[in-house]
């Protein structure tokens, strides 16, 4: 099986889901599949609105740091990834069932709408790692928190529940646990009734030089993880993070 299926029903909804259970943790390749299928999407007449969605526990807890490999070793390869996620004329409606962690906060934000639960949590948690923040987060996050909570849950790394987060604008609706998915096929399936062609210009219009912004924010926080990977305090961080501890931090 593909790590990301995509199936399109009479409602004009496509359901593009990641299978890389139960966190789901993303890597350049994934976030290609996710490209190439909103870009396939976009030149098909049957789809007029997208549900992101993941199979197991959690919707995406971002880079894999305990990993060989990681999107903190090629930051821009992956981003470049990322950007086309941006760049796509489909509306997207996000199902983040339990955790959308780091970059996977900044993929869930990366959708034009996120339904969750009470049960779900959002956490920009890159400080905590000794790490920068990144996927547009600098550009997305204020957007829908402002400028202060940006601020605090990017220097704090703090969990947010999907109560507090529906009140900080994070999600868009909040159902019951077990009820998220259902919940962003309702509302995609009525972003699907309204005249596709309308709902593209409207959405471009609202998202006018998006897509610049986001490009020039990913250019930035690539430098800086490029900057902080080589960093003791990094290295703590995601021992820490490995072995269920506090970091200490050392400012080097």
Known sequence: MSDVTVAVDDAHVALVEIHRPPANYF??????????????????????AIVLCSEGKHFCAGAHFGAASS????PRS????????????????????????????GLALSADFR???????FSANF????????????VTLPALAGQQTALDLLLTGRRVP??????????DRLVEDGEVRAGAHALAAELAQSAPLAVRAIRATLRARLVERVQTALEHEASEQERLRDTQ???EG??????????RFQGS
């Open 115 to 121: 339904v969750a639960s009470p049960g779900s949590r």
């Open 233 to 235: 305090d990094f290295r």
């Open 162 to 171: 999907g109560e507090e987060a529906r009140s900080l604008g994070l999600c």
């Open 27 to 48: 890597d350049a390749a994934l976030i290609r599949e996710l490209a190439d299928a909103y870009e396939g999407l976009d030149a098909a007449s049957s789809c007029r």
């Open 78 to 105: 992956l981003y470049r990834e990322a950007l086309r996620l941006f760049a796509a004329a489909t509306p997207v409606v996000a199902a983040v069932q339990g955790a959308a962690v780091g970059g996977g906060l």
């Open 238 to 247: 995601v021992a820490a993070s490995l072995q269920r501890r506090t970091p």
């Open 71 to 74: 999107p903190a070793e090629a």
């Open 127 to 138: 400080a905590r790692l000794g790490f920068h923040h990144g996927f547009a987060l600098s």
